[in-house]
């Protein structure tokens, strides 16, 4: 982790200059053309989505749409808007990130700093775990979570997330750890200091920028997920994304695409604030030692 | 060699020796029962005949012989193929050149990478909406260009049967190349300054620069990124059945989708089984080298 | 846990002594979340709560309940089986199979279901002479939605036959509309599938072809026929039409940039909801040559079995389901007709009843069939198999000659 943090030193002329900033731009053109027809979509009233048109501005701009995604439009029987299912997606979210965040760093740490024998295939295991397609795991892993009594559960959620969370969590870390300086981890074992101890004082307090990573990364992946919350969940446990889906999918009645675009920009909101608050850190944690195996 | 420190105490060592491999125990027990484990059950599914709930009762080779008989299959695998050899080519190039450029003492930095990176965080439930519109040559970029004056202006390969899989290489290399050209801009922030300042005096040019000092530094961000893309490119659903929901006709067809609608829509579980099965064979042909290779060479 | 271990647990009979839900309510596994139809459900809360049920909503929605199948694979087999579950056709029967569905005879002797629900639709409700669920509606598949301004202004009557219909959309095209508007979507397709089966063969053959799946009517030269008319339909799509939702093809008839659309009776709602009178600005009118027929599918809640028989709570939803006035209060919102046929239908519009004599007359003269597209004329493996064909056919994949041999195969391969 000695590299410094700053832009290449490669030198470049006033006209490459102007070259790249053109390229630049036209690319954040490309990543926010999706954002702007969502935006300017969920703007409109619907009338003037079905006139046709759905490039353009609103000419009578509103706001009704979000109001109603938020607390009014219909779900399910009830019409009672998004709102409920943010609380359920994050009582499963936080803990379900933390949780695989904590046992990352733990299985991170051992994995380059307590090593033995075949430790590397452990590894090859865990990460191999990561493609394992979900649509196949659904129905034994509904029978477990029965026989655990866990079914429909926010904590049998959780586990669910924390099982295919496992690989990447442990991959960031143990690579972020890889680089960490094993003499400091020695030293301390030979002034006595236990395990966690070590874990504590000296792993954990230059962990940050991995954390980061890790976090956005499963916060990500969790908040999006639809197969098992839907699968897996109960009628009062629904996370936001099953209702966006309700919402967005409904099979015979008038698509009221205003309203399932400022929903689905509703439901993006708290991963969007993770990246915007957290991504600072995101490429300086990525940097400090993630990419570098 | 294995072991890293082994300072010598009494006391407790037995506890000390153990603890390690304690705290990586729930982890190795939970992945073995729920991937491994889970693999196994999937591999005696495809031999039963199985429908809408998982059955006991075997038959051989018959699900594995129907499943090369449709072909939709081939469909499916074909498009894996194309599919996931653009999707990663293209979203590490596109993610190396947007770092590059992006490393270039660019005002806004934090600025510009925020929008690249933000298509992660969307699910593509609706995201894959707007996507079709845009994509849609009667309402989207088609008909936009064409309403500038530029009549004969097309863009219509969602809806054409031999294109469609392109645009959803399109519309998953937007979802991840900004996560890829993150990878990447934290791995060019890591490379030597000294190094380089040495090649310019010599008088390297700058795309020799880059060409023979700095890509090949960046071998482990490619590895990262090559599993995360891999690991997209093979559980990709959501898109595929936001943007074209596998047609047009069968055209977009991808092994994720079959496996979803033969285990679930179809009640052919013994058939979706052994599709899961040829999936996680190819699957494991390809990363146990890779990942093999990878962490060997570290040692 | 051993893996041997975990087989064998996961080996055992799956989850039928599902846990109830608290005492005296009901949980119900639903797609219905758009605002009609929730409106719709409102009806059947209500009239629960009247009674001291309280409701527990369990909505997923997305890709016609298939999402929500797929959910309740995964909640009977962790055995947290809900209590009530919307279902269609051969899904019900599949369940019923596993015996994981609860003994409605009490409440359908009581109610009398034998005589007022016709026998096409107990087919389905039904299984070794019990009774497994209870049917909401019948939602019938083979109309056409015509803008009837351009009609007028074509001078065109309703079509009888099928030449008449290549002649109205030949005329629709030549004045410069999309003559036929529709979504390119494999159960859109089978959709037109279905009424153009009934239009080339009469109900023997769709019977035979599509119910029985005899190998010799599949094959046969008037399945090439519905191929080729199948294609004679598809030149009358505009270029934009893969992918496209149902809806948005009706909002094309709507605002006269189509003449027609073959669409189940849901499209009426998007009519109505664009503020359109039904005979003034849009007609309906079942597809030509398939007059005396009715394809329908139909919505139905079967009840999960609670360990012993039917609950209490349970036998009140299935008995509230059939009562006529949640029958015709629930369908005149969802634009479908009542699944019992000894009710007034004065309460629905002009299409709806029009519907409900077709409905009626179909299920006394045995003319009431399944449809194939909407998963109630052979199994799920069976129903996707054909739209793959169909589908593909439809893109151009194949020529009417291949699809025929295609289609032979692919039911062979999916039974």
């Known amino acids: 982790m000695s590299s410094n943090a700053t832009a290449t030193v490669v030198r470049t002329g006033a006209g490459t200059r102007f070259v790249i900033y053109t390229l630049l731009t036209l690319f954040c053109l490309y990543y926010l053309l999706p954002l702007y ?115 429909g559960t926010v904590p049998g959620l959780v586990f669910v997330h924390l099982v295919y969370g496992i690989g990447f969590s442990t991959l960031y870390f143990r690579n972020y750890y890889q680089q960490f300086p094993t003499e400091l981890v020695r030293a301390a074992m ?104 | 060699m294995t072991q890293v420190a082994k300072p010598r105490r009494g006391g407790s060592d037995w506890l000390r020796e153990a603890l390690p491999k304690i705290v990586l125990s729930p982890s190795l027990a939970m992945v073995l029962i729920f991937v491994y484990g889970f693999i196994i059950f999937t591999f005696y599914l495809s031999f039963t005949d199985s429908r809408i709930l998982p059955s006991y009762d ?103 049967g031999d294109m469609a899989i392109y645009t959803i290489v399109i519309a998953a290399v937007w979802q991840t190349s900004g996560f ?81 609608s033969y285990t679930f829509t179809r009640n052919q579980m013994g058939i979706g089984a052994a599709s899961a099965t040829i999936m996680l064979m190819a699957i494991a042909a390809i990363m146990v080298p890779y990942i093999y290779s990878e962490l060997r060479e570290k040692k | 846990m051993t893996m041997m271990k975990t ?107 034998d005589e007022v629900i016709p026998a096409a639709l107990q087919k389905f409700a039904t299984h070794d002479g019990q009774w497994v669920s209870a049917p909401v509606n019948v939602h019938s598949t083979n109309w056409v939605w015509a803008n009837k301004a351009i009609m007028d202004e074509l001078g065109l009557e309703e079509p009888q036959s099928w030449d008449d219909f290549v002649a109205a959309l030949e005329a629709a095209e030549a004045a410069g509309y ?42 046969s030269d008037q399945m090439k026929e519905v191929f080729d008319r199948m294609g004679t339909l598809r030149g009358f799509v505009d270029d934009n039409f893969s992918g496209r939702d149902w809806n948005l093809a009706t909002a094309m008839v709507i605002n006269k940039e189509a003449a027609f659309q073959l669409m189940g009776d849901w499209a009426k709602g998007e009519f109505l909801n664009a503020g359109k009178v039904p005979g003034e600005d849009f007609l309906c009118f079942r597809f030509p040559g398939s007059q005396d027929q009715v394809t329908f599918n139909s919505d139905q809640f079967a009840m999960f079995s609670q360990g012993d028989g039917v609950s209490d709570e349970q036998a009140a939803l299935a008995k509230a389901i059939m009562s006529p006035e949640f029958q015709i209060a629930f369908n005149k919102v969802k634009g479908s007709v009542p699944a019992r046929t000894d009710l007034d239908a004065s309460a629905l519009d002009a299409c709806g009843q029009r519907a409900y004599e077709d409905f009626k007359a179909a299920a006394a003269s045995g003319n009431l069939y399944g449809s194939m597209g909407h998963g109630h004329a052979n199994p799920a493996a069976v129903k996707n198999a054909m739209y793959d064909v169909i589908t593909a056919h439809f893109n151009g994949e194949y020529d009417s000659e291949t699809a025929v041999d295609e289609l032979v195969t692919a039911v062979e391969i999916s039974q």
């Not at chain 2, 996507?131 to 260009?145: M, R, S």
């Open chain 1, 37 to 151: 027809v969502m935006v300017v979509n969920s703007l409109k009233p619907l009338s003037e989505i079905q006139a046709g048109g759905m490039m353009s501005l609103p000419d009578q701009w509103t706001v009704a749409p979000w109001k109603s995604a938020w607390s009014t439009a219909q779900i399910g029987v009830e019409a009672t808007g998004l709102k409920p299912f943010f609380w359920n997606s994050i009582v499963m979210v936080v803990p379900a990130v933390a949780i695989s965040t904590v046992l990352g760093a733990l299985n991170g740490y051992v994995l380059t700093k307590w090593r033995f024998r075949g430790d590397t295939v452990l590894f090859g295991l865990l990460l191999f775990g990561c493609f394992i397609p979900f649509q196949m795991v659904l129905i034994p892993m509904a029978r477990m979570l029965g026989l655990a009594g866990l079914a």
């Open chain 1, 190 to 293: 030979i002034d006595g200091a236990g395990f966690f101890t070590i874990f504590r004082r000296i792993m954990l307090p230059s962990s940050g920028p991995i954390a980061v990573v890790c976090v956005i990364w499963q916060f990500t992946n969790i908040w999006n997920d639809f197969l098992f919350g839907a699968s897996f969940s109960d009628f009062d446990s629904q996370p936001m994304t099953v209702a966006l889906n309700n919402l967005v999918q409904s099979s015979t009645g008038v698509k009221e695409y205003n309203v399932h675009f400022a929903g689905a920009i509703m439901a993006a909101l708290p991963t969007l604030l993770v990246y915007i608050v957290a991504g600072r850190y995101f490429v300086r944690g990525l940097m400090a030692g993630s990419v570098k195996g």
């Open chain 2, 58 to 160: 075997l038959v051989g080779w018959e699900n594995y012989s129907k499943l090369f008989r449709i072909r939709a299959w081939d469909t499916a695998v074909t498009n894996l193929l194309i599919f996931g050899s653009l999707y990663i080519v293209i979203c590490c190039a596109l993610g190396l050149t947007l770092a590059i450029l992006l490393d270039q003492k660019i005002r806004a930095e934090g600025f510009i990478r925020t929008i690249y990176l933000y298509p992660m965080a969307l699910s593509f439930i609706v995201t894959g909406t707007a996507w079709k519109w845009f994509l849609d040559p009667g309402i989207g970029l088609q008909a936009v260009v064409r309403s500038w004056g530029w009549e004969s202006f097309t863009f219509d390969w969602i809806k054409d």
């Open chain 2, 180 to 260: 890829v050209m993150a990878m990447f801009l934290a791995g060019l922030r890591g490379i030597d300054n000294e190094v380089l300042k040495a090649a310019q005096i010599d008088g390297a040019s700058n795309m020799a620069l880059y060409r023979r000092i700095v890509i090949p530094q960046l071998r482990p961000a490619f590895m990262s990124a090559f599993v995360v893309l891999a690991h997209m490119a093979i559980k990709s659903y959501d898109l595929v059945i936001a943007l074209t929901g596998g047609g047009p006709g069968t055209a977009t067809e991808l092994p994720a989708t079959f496996m979803y």
């Open chain 3, 7 to 113: 087989l064998k647990m996961t080996a055992m009979a799956v989850g039928l002594g599902a846990a109830p839900a608290m005492a005296a309510d009901v949980e119900v596994l639903h797609w219905w979340t758009s605002g009609g139809e929730a409106a719709a459900l409102n009806v059947l809360k209500e009239d629960l709560a009247g009674q001291g049920i309280g409701w527990q909503d369990m909505p997923v929605a997305g890709g016609g309940g298939t999402q929500a199948m797929t959910v309740l694979r995964a909640r009977v087999t962790s055995g947290n089986a809900p209590t009530a579950v919307q279902m269609l056709g051969f899904d019900i029967t599949d369940w019923a199979k596993e015996g994981a569905l609860a003994n409605l005879n009490p409440i359908a002797e009581e109610g009398n279901w």
């Open chain 3, 178 to 219: 999309t003559a036929l508007a529709h979504g390119g979507q494999a159960w859109q397709e089978a959709t037109f599938f279905d009424a153009v089966v009934l239009s080339v063969g009469g109900p023997e053959f769709y019977q035979a072809s599509m119910i029985d799946l005899d190998p010799e009517a599949l094959g």
